[in-house]
């Protein structure tokens, strides 16, 4: 049965929320000002509340379901975090409240600056970035800011082609020219084609490692001198850093600039695409430009350690979010980080790599696997064989649905035809891994003996194939009564 | 899947196909562009009276899972515009080369037209 | 939280046909592997953790412990329970981007629901997703004006606020765009100087903020006829959403796009975030708007259904010439405010909307009556305004917090021309007690007790 909408469900003068009675004199109203017309809905909480429940348990979640997506590290989203974060002694906080109220709230930060740094093996942190996209245009405004600084009009970013969008895209956004470098047969950059394309023009490559192939690149420090010999930069997308964590560090490498995804590798729900949060870490010839306010630790006089909001910077690249990052996600980020210690963090890339791994074994024999090598936390398998058959990357996906599992990431990287990109994480159970083979086998099968089952697929999910080419060419995207 | 290109136009390396009458240009995209970008879902043609220039993006195409420019395959002013590909874009994809026509341009320097491909030449380069 | 035991450890290896997970890391060049492990704290238990975070929490001095008259752009609001127990739900909150349609219909329908909401509330026919916060959605919407227009070149009005226009600034960044702020005319934007400017300088957008960052009403109609005239777009920043229950919206009195914060919807102040930001325009513009959009559709059995739309135009399809790179939006705040706006319904909102109207202005009579605070401005304003301080600013500030009274935001540091004068902000869930205590404290302020305003 499919849930209408709020308004659809609106009564005229339902009750709902009650406020307390007004305890002050009535104002004259701007009459000029007035809005004639409040289209709200009208609900009682009851309404309100099975309305959204029953929308809840439309969806695929972690906590309800396998979801080996692909580059986005779905792993289990520890409850204790939650609970941290909503102490009102961070949730119920003005970040322009007083310098010496919000002690407690700039520690953490500083103690989680250092963490993060620490795990990177970078100089310093800034937690301001709302997102990963949101880092990497930080990270490319004061990449920017660093050459202007030295009178070099560096307008080139290099991306290879196995790149995730939002790297060409927010390089673009910020008017620099994207040149892309093809990768290898081991599925790392190229290094000839890096070679052909460095340039004094160049002011930086993304690259994330392992790149969006599971694969490490084991040029990476070789990489890392050809850029630097060339005096451009280098800039770590951390989406993957769930696969290195505690193995090594991208700040020894050789990379100038890196952003994590606290939404990815360090546990911070997802909440159905966002919020997220999105810090980065430089080294310390970069340490000038970080975004403003900074967060430091001055001692004081006999006393002890005070902390503080540093907006004197006058090489700073400015303000990238209003305030002071997002908080609240910081605090899980932080209580996930000190609930593994350095053994447990060491331990989350040795069994996610151990499981994806495994998971890649089990399946080569029942689909293409373009690049036959270990495999770090997530690995590709191409549906070129089933598509023989009529059947897509497409509709293994949406088979898997009535499986109860979450699909794979589809269609990604663009350099794999028919790509299924499977990342397990190591949250999930040998059993969890056990089934999904099971599955996987189960449609590689349906795919040759009956297409036609896994063309039309999901059959059990609450709507079956949505029509994306209706919603597109005409657009509903808000309700008019 | 059969690839029609017929042979009574010229064509662009981009996908464009372009008849001529006299001084006018008749443009679209060809069955292989329609092909690959699937069901469009959307298209920004260029305003009637508008200039374009040959081989500049001067419109787009949009499909579920890609975005195209359209580039104009000679110089010259815009004077008519298929305003029925507003409502119904799925022209392009039915019938690319009759109904699914998106503008007619006015070519300032006809000499243009010996730059682009005959369609023996177009169908070996979507062939390779 | 791992998931494998020891004995399945050694399963799976001996089903890869490795014997030590260190094989797996084989391809990592030997100079940069660590031979130690990371130098962080060690492990802590559940226990441990809520120990240490509950230290932490308590060196910060909550809201609720004091009184507070401070907004400023970050709005506190009473939250009904429901909103909290149901973001909860693992189902809304561990869920991924939707975007596979069919596993993803409780987040797809309550993001649709949330852009409708919006639009009903701004007065616009199209609202995306939602973005990372006001301030860069106000960015957002300037990229997208100068994308409409193709000008290059940007007027903003001085009383918006301060982390709005710096954070605008920063996006344009090394851009060569030529960022001008207009001057202010007794804290409203002056229509003469826009006026002035736009007549000689092509101009892509006006951005204002309303109710501005001052409390005051900017004339949006005056505003909106002259960049009509000029061909540059009004963009309007509504960083306090709920006046709009009171107030007519922006979309109805001639701006083209509405760049907004819903942190007032339902999210708690956080200390500055995650809070939600979001762009409502006209249909017109429609393709041109950067994120994600949910809309309507049917399935393959003509069921309705919601899915991502005009995805085409984002990252991951467009990549370098995309709209925008932004990927993340802040759904579950946004689905937050959805909730937080169909608990209140129209009534409910219309009434929390008045009620900060009220209060506000009954705390502005009894300020102003001590003669110890002086008003600054005459212009009309929602639930914030600027008075003028005996003493330095931070001095005043600081007496008023030995009484346990947050006096508001100090204006000295981003509008020095104002002197020392003070942002004062009142909201429903401020009692008259606490207002009138506020003003015996003023009508007292040569002899200052120590009882602190939530006992008074």
Not at chain 2, 73 to 93: A, F, M, R, Y
Request: with cysteine.
């Amino acid at each position: 049965m499919a849930e209408p909408l709020l308004f659809e469900k609106s009564v005229p003068g339902r009750p709902g929320y009650q406020l307390p009675t007004l305890d002050v004199p009535l104002e004259p109203l701007p009459t000029d000002d007035l809005r004639k017309d409040l289209e709200l809905p009208e609900l009682s909480e009851l309404d309100v509340v099975r309305h959204f429940t029953r929308l809840s348990q439309l969806n695929f979640s972690i906590d309800t379901h396998f979801y080996p997506l692909g580059s986005c590290t779905m792993k289990y989203n520890p409850k204790i975090n939650d609970e941290l974060a909503g102490l009102p002694g961070f949730a119920d906080l003005h970040p322009f409240q007083p310098e010496h109220q919000i002690q407690g709230a700039l520690e953490l930060l500083v103690l989680l600056q250092k963490i993060l740094a620490e795990i990177t093996g970078m100089d310093a942190v800034s937690l301001q970035p709302a997102a990963g996209a949101h880092g990497e245009l930080t990270g490319l405004i004061m990449i920017r800011a660093y050459f202007r600084d030295r009178g070099e009009n560096r307008h080139i970013v290099l991306v290879p082609d196995s790149a995730h969008g939002t790297n060409p895209a927010t390089a673009a956004m910020l008017g620099f020219k994207v040149v892309q470098i093809p990768s290898n047969a081991r599925g790392g950059v190229d290094l000839e084609a890096l070679d052909a394309a460095l340039s004094p023009d160049v002011a930086a490559l993304m690259l994330t490692n392992p790149n969006t192939l599971g694969l490490f690149d084991e040029n990476t420090l070789e990489i890392a001198k050809r850029v630097h010999a060339k005096g451009g930069l280098l800039y770590y997308d951390g989406a993957n850093l769930n696969a290195i964590l505690g193995i090594a560090r991208p700040g020894d490498f050789g990379f100038d600039v890196v952003h994590l995804n606290l939404h990815k590798t360090f546990s911070i729900p997802h909440g159905g695409g966002g919020p997220g949060a999105g810090p980065i870490g430089v080294k310390a010839f970069l340490e000038p430009y970080l975004p403003l306010p900074v967060i430091t630790e001055k001692k004081q006089e006999a006393s002890s350690i005070h902390y503080a909001l540093d907006e004197n910077r006058p090489k700073s690249i400015g303000r990238v979010k209003a305030y002071y990052g997002n908080f609240l996600h910081l605090v899980r980020g932080l209580a996930y980080t000190l609930a593994q210690g350095p053994g447990g963090l060491r331990k989350i890339a040795e069994i996610s790599v151990l499981n994806a791994n495994y998971l890649m074994q089990a399946l080569k024999k029942y689909y293409d696997l373009p690049y036959d090598r270990i495999c770090k936390h997530e690995f590709i398998l191409s549906a070129k064989r089933q598509k023989a058959h009529n059947v897509r990357a497409l509709d293994i996906a949406k088979r898997l649905l009535d499986y109860g599992i979450h699909p794979p990431t589809v269609y990604f990287p663009l350099i794999v035809a028919e790509a299924l990109m499977i990342e397990p994480t190591e949250t999930e159970s040998k059993e969890t891994l056990d089934r999904f083979i099971e599955v996987m086998i189960k449609i590689a099968e349906e795919a040759e003996k009956n297409p036609e089952l896994v063309q039309g697929a999901p059959y059990s999910t609450p709507v079956s194939r949505v029509d994306d080419v209706l919603a597109a060419r005409k657009p509903n995207v808000c309700w008019c009564s | 899947m059969l690839n029609v290109v017929p042979e009574d136009r010229l064509y662009t390396k981009e996908h464009e196909w372009i008849s001529i009458d006299g001084k006018k240009a008749k443009v679209g995209v060809t069955d292989h562009a329609e092909e690959q970008l699937g069901d469009i879902v959307y298209i920004e043609l260029p305003k009637k009276g508008g200039n374009v220039k040959q081989m500049t993006p001067c419109g787009v195409i949009e499909s579920v899972k890609a975005v195209s420019e359209i580039y104009a395959p000679v110089s010259g002013t815009v004077i008519e515009v298929n305003s029925t590909l507003n409502d119904h874009p799925e022209k392009v994809n039915q019938d690319p080369y009759g109904e699914g026509w998106m503008f007619v341009v006015e070519m300032s320097n006809p000499s243009e037209v010996s730059s682009l491909l005959k369609a023996p030449d177009y169908l070996g380069l979507v062939k390779a | 939280m791992i998931g494998a035991t020891p004995s399945e450890i050694k399963q799976m290896l001996s089903a890869i046909g490795i014997g030590a997970i260190d094989e797996l890391f084989s391809d990592i060049p030997e100079e940069v592997k660590l031979k130690k492990g990371l130098k962080v704290p060690p492990a802590m238990s559940e226990q441990e953790l809520r120990r240490s975070f509950s230290e932490l929490a308590k060196k910060n001095l909550a809201l609720a412990d004091q009184t507070s008259f401070l907004g400023a752009g970050v709005y506190r609001h009473d939250i009904p329970s429901a909103v909290k127990a149901l973001i909860s739900r693992g189902e809304f909150a561990t869920a991924y981007t939707p975007y596979q349609a069919e596993a993803s219909q409780g987040t797809l329908q309550s993001i649709y629901e949330f852009q409708t909401l919006i639009c009903k509330l701004v007065g616009m026919d199209v609202a995306n997703a939602s973005h990372y916060d006001g301030a860069t959605s106000l960015a957002e919407a300037a990229l997208m004006a100068l994308d409409i227009t193709g000008k290059e070149n940007l007027l903003v009005s001085r009383a918006v606020h301060p982390h709005y226009r710096q954070v605008v600034g920063t996006y344009f960044h090394g851009r060569n765009l030529p960022i001008k702020e207009t001057p202010l005319f007794e804290g409203l934007t002056s229509t003469e100087e826009v006026e002035a400017y736009l007549s000689k300088n092509p101009t892509a957008a006006l951005l204002v903020q309303y109710p501005n960052f001052l409390g005051l009403l900017e004339p949006l109609e005056a505003l909106a006829s002259i960049c009509k005239k000029h061909g540059t777009l009004l963009v309007v920043a509504v960083v306090e959403p709920v006046a709009l229950g009171l107030l007519k919206p922006p979309g109805e009195r001639g701006a083209s796009i509405v760049a907004g914060e819903g942190q007032s919807l339902g999210i708690p102040p956080s200390f500055g975030g995650p809070h939600v930001g979001f762009i409502a325009t006209t249909k017109e513009y429609m393709r041109r708007i950067p994120g994600r959009l949910v809309g309507q559709t049917l399935d393959s059995k003509g069921k309705l259904a919601y899915t991502l739309t005009l995805q085409a135009r984002e990252q991951h399809i467009r990549r370098e010439k995309a709209t925008s790179n932004v990927c993340t939006n802040q759904s579950l705040c946004a689905v937050a405010n959805a909730i937080y706006l169909s608990l209140l319904g129209k009534e409910g909102f219309k009434e929390v909307s008045a009620q900060c109207y009220h209060k506000a202005h009954y705390a502005f009579r009894q300020w102003t009556k001590t003669g110890a605070l002086k008003p600054l401005f005459n212009a009309p304003f929602y639930h914030e305004f600027v008075l003028r301080t005996p003493i330095k600013a931070s001095e005043f500030m600081n007496l008023m917090e030995k009484e346990k009274i947050l006096s508001g935001y100090p204006l000295t540091q981003d509008y020095p021309e104002f002197g020392d004068a003070i942002l004062l902000t009142v909201t429903e869930v401020n009692r008259r007690e606490e207002i009138d205590c506020f003003t015996r404290k003023l009508e007292e302020a040569p002899r200052l007790t120590r009882e602190g305003c939530l006992h008074g």
